[in-house]
């Protein structure tokens, strides 16, 4: 696959011999702040066994410029919402005049979760993201309101959870209580929706290093979330970007907190197991 | 079916020229997954089809073919083939056949069906994201169709 890549890119720029997309490093390392090493290539978990060999993070298929970007906090435009999320952390949001830190100390003592959520909760009975997590403390705790669905607040309270856990390795459990979400999620991965009739697998497992248009199409991972898109100028959520691609099929999509997106969002974070936590990346 | 042979029977008469188009539910394919019959009857306009294929609210072929024969247009996919040379290794019924459904031609190709209306699982209205209306047109009209068509075969190595 990669030799086709090269190969066809290659022709395809001296065919056309027009401005393209500069080309992505995927050799490159991904090292921040000359401090924190992440793991943007290993092997891939038992369970994707028969269909990758290898996994990649999104980093890798970016431009020279972009990969860049993500390099040096200064120069990254997310951890500008890392830190507006480090300031609602210490900030009494609801009736109760309560922080998140009141409870939790700091964002640090918080590293584990970024790269163990989706996470099956015992009490409630079900698979929980960050944000639903985040949510219960507010409305459970804090006596805040529940804030909607990949709101600013949500989105700067999950970088800043993320850039604490940049380097560690993504480990989601896929077994016991959450093997059922996480067998939905992977049957939705794998089912071609929409006029188009095409899976995530369809681009992001059988095609990915290939140019589709003008974009180079990753393996769709999400250690990178929330991540700064510099198409949209703004944080992006995982379950928000899983929307963009199920729309460019031309389907129905599926509704961001939806059962559907929580089980997905479960099981394409399992195929990163192994990749380190990098975001809040910079994407374009 | 019922509507062609009508239309058949015009042609006879004399007093009709043109063939009724063929409904996208009503396309027959050969064991091959070719069509041999054109939609509309009517000769495709290869210009037509190659803005068509290059246009991203139209077919966006380029999304995932390149080809010399567009080498003006930027962003060639390389999701599928190679384009040029189409025209001589498939006949038109079978590109015909490709374009209007590729699955009977390649199981399981992640080409999409381009004269289609049924089967899929929560079909859209376009990029909206919104559901499809009942009478969800196929992506490229019979006529779009046989315009692609045209264009493929002339598609020569040479």
């Known amino acids: 696959m990669k030799f086709k890549y090269t190969h066809s890119a290659a022709a395809v720029l001296l065919a056309i011999g027009l401005a393209s997309p500069a080309m992505a490093d995927e050799e490159a390392e991904l090292v921040i702040n000359d401090e924190i090493e992440i793991v943007t290539k290993t092997t891939a978990p038992a369970h994707l066994d028969g269909h990758l060999d290898e996994i990649l993070s999104g980093w890798r298929f970016r431009s020279d410029d972009t990969q860049a970007m993500q390099m040096d906090d200064f120069d990254n435009p997310a951890m500008l919402g890392a830190e507006a999320g480090m300031e609602l952390f210490e900030t009494?949001?609801?009736?109760?005049?309560?922080?998140?830190?009141?409870?939790?100390?700091?964002?640090?003592?918080?590293?584990?979760?970024?790269?163990?959520?989706?996470?099956?909760?015992?009490?409630?009975?079900?698979?929980?993201?960050?944000?639903?997590?985040?949510?219960?403390?507010?409305?459970?705790?804090?006596?805040?309101?529940?804030?909607?669905?990949?709101?600013?607040?949500?989105?700067?309270?999950?970088?800043?959870?993320?850039?604490?856990?940049?380097?560690?390795?993504?480990?989601?459990?896929?077994?016991?209580?959450?093997?059922?979400?996480?067998?939905?999620?992977?049957e939705i991965y794998y089912t071609r929706f929409g006029q188009l009739e095409l899976s995530c697998a369809n681009c992001h497992e059988q095609n990915y290093g290939n140019m589709i248009r003008a974009d180079h199409l990753s393996q769709g991972q999400i250690n990178g979330f929330p991540a700064y898109r510099l198409k949209n100028a703004k944080l992006n959520g995982v379950q928000g970007r899983f929307k963009g691609c199920v729309r460019d099929t031309r389907a129905e999509t599926f509704s961001p907190g939806s059962p559907e997106f929580i089980a997905l969002e479960l099981y394409v974070a399992s195929r990163g197991n192994g990749l380190s936590i990098e975001g809040p990346s910079v994407r374009n | 079916m019922k509507r062609i042979a009508i239309s058949f029977a015009a042609l006879a008469l004399g007093t009709v020229a043109a063939q009724a188009e063929i409904a996208a539910g009503d396309v027959q394919f050969d064991d091959y997954g070719a069509v041999e019959m054109s939609l509309t009857g009517a000769p495709g306009d290869p210009e037509q089809g190659r803005v068509i294929m290059t246009t991203k609210s139209m077919g966006n072929c380029v999304s995932c073919h390149a080809a010399d024969a567009y080498a003006d247009v930027p962003f060639h996919g390389e999701v599928g083939?190679?384009?040029?040379?189409?025209?001589?290794?498939?006949?038109?019924?079978?590109?015909?056949?490709?374009?209007?459904?590729?699955?009977?031609?390649?199981?399981?190709?992640?080409?999409?069906?381009?004269?289609?209306?049924?089967?899929?699982?929560?079909?859209?209205?376009?990029?909206?994201?919104?559901?499809?209306?009942?009478?969800?047109?196929?992506?490229?009209?019979?006529?779009?169709?046989?315009?692609?068509?045209?264009?493929?075969?002339?598609?020569?190595?040479?």
């Open chain 1, 92 to 186: 009494a949001w609801g009736s109760e005049g309560k922080s998140c830190a009141d409870c939790h100390t700091d964002l640090e003592s918080l590293s584990h979760v970024r790269p163990t959520y989706p996470k099956w909760n015992e009490g409630a009975g079900e698979v929980r993201t960050m944000q639903m997590q985040i949510n219960d403390c507010l409305t459970g705790r804090m006596g805040a309101e529940a804030e909607k669905y990949d709101s600013n607040n949500m989105l700067n309270l999950e970088a800043a959870l993320s850039s604490v856990a940049r380097g560690l390795p993504v480990n989601v459990a896929i077994d016991g209580p959450a093997a059922e979400t996480w067998e939905k999620g992977k």
């Open chain 2, 81 to 158: 083939p190679w384009l040029d040379g189409a025209g001589d290794r498939w006949s038109e019924a079978e590109l015909r056949g490709l374009v209007v459904n590729a699955k009977m031609t390649f199981e399981g190709t992640v080409m999409p069906a381009f004269y289609k209306v049924d089967g899929f699982t929560r079909p859209g209205d376009a990029y909206t994201g919104k559901a499809a209306p009942a009478d969800l047109p196929p992506i490229l009209s019979a006529q779009q169709v046989e315009d692609v068509v045209a264009y493929l075969m002339t598609l020569k190595d040479d």
